[in-house]
Antibody, heavy 119, light 107 residues
Framework: EEQLVESGGGLVKPGGSLRLSCAASGFTFDSYSMNWVRQASGKGLEWVSSISSSSSYIYYADSVKGRFTISRDNAKNSLYLQMNSLRAADTAVYYC????????????WGQGILVTVSS | AIQMTQSPSSLSASVGDRVTITCRASQGIRNDLGWYQQKPGKAPKLLIFAATSLQSGVPSRFSGSGSGTDFTLTISSLQPEDFATYYCLQDYNYPRTFGQGTKVEIK
């Protein structure tokens, strides 16, 4: 069964850094593009970043460009999001999500991990 | 960035009702649109991809239509488990953009 499990969230001060991880299991990880999506409390969904299966293509939302870095380790079936220069506006639940193999649509999602940026 | 405008932002409906949610893109996106359902405290769930394709395991009462700039999600007969928030997401180009969501509440 396909599964995505996020870790690494928590409380961090403004200007600080955090690294999220997403462990994948139950599918051939290196065949799929992966994504990070976030949701502030009581708000809608916001796409954050995407990475292709071989890391050849990487995209970021303008709101995180230059501060966040997406990466993956296919040997470890893992996806990462390095978050630097964190702001209060980055406070949200962060989800990792897999794209379908043949279409850009997110068919499997992790349970989400809370990141709180506060002094 | 392509803007996705969803309407309505919320609606009240009864079990058995036919429900329609629309999403309009600020420019043409072919059929590169998906629909997602999210329940409180849970991750989103993919319902429809490529505007009209039903994701595996999703009940057939859900359907999608449209192409270009105007898209529709229809629930043919609302069930108790369908009360949730629904989002569209354009996958035509980056940055990928979600609609603001439609909350479907019990009447």
């Amino acid at each position: 069964e396909e599964q995505l499990v996020e870790s690494g969230g928590g409380l961090v001060k403004p200007g600080g850094s955090l690294r999220l991880s997403c462990a994948a299991s139950g599918f051939t990880f290196d065949s799929y593009s992966m994504n990070w999506v976030r949701q502030a409390s009581g708000k809608g969904l916001e796409w954050v970043s995407s990475i292709s299966s071989s890391s050849s293509y990487i995209y970021y939302a303008d709101s995180v460009k230059g501060r966040f870095t997406i990466s993956r380790d296919n040997a470890k079936n893992s996806l990462y999001l390095q978050m630097n220069s964190l702001r209060a506006a980055d406070t949200a639940v962060y989800y990792c999500a897999r794209d379908l193999e043949q279409h850009l649509a997110m068919d499997y999602w992790g349970q989400g991990i809370l990141v709180t940026v506060s002094s | 960035a392509i803007q996705m405008t969803q309407s309505p932002s919320s609606l009240s409906a009864s079990v058995g009702d036919r429900v329609t949610i629309t999403c309009r893109a600020s420019q043409g996106i072919r059929n590169d649109l998906g629909w997602y359902q999210q329940k409180p405290g849970k991750a989103p769930k993919l319902l429809i991809f490529a505007a009209t394709s039903l994701q595996s395991g999703v009940p057939s009462r859900f359907s999608g239509s449209g192409s270009g700039t105007d898209f529709t999600l229809t629930i043919s007969s609302l069930q108790p488990e369908d009360f949730a928030t629904y989002y569209c997401l354009q996958d035509y180009n980056y940055p990928r953009t979600f609609g603001q969501g439609t909350k479907v509440e019990i009447k």
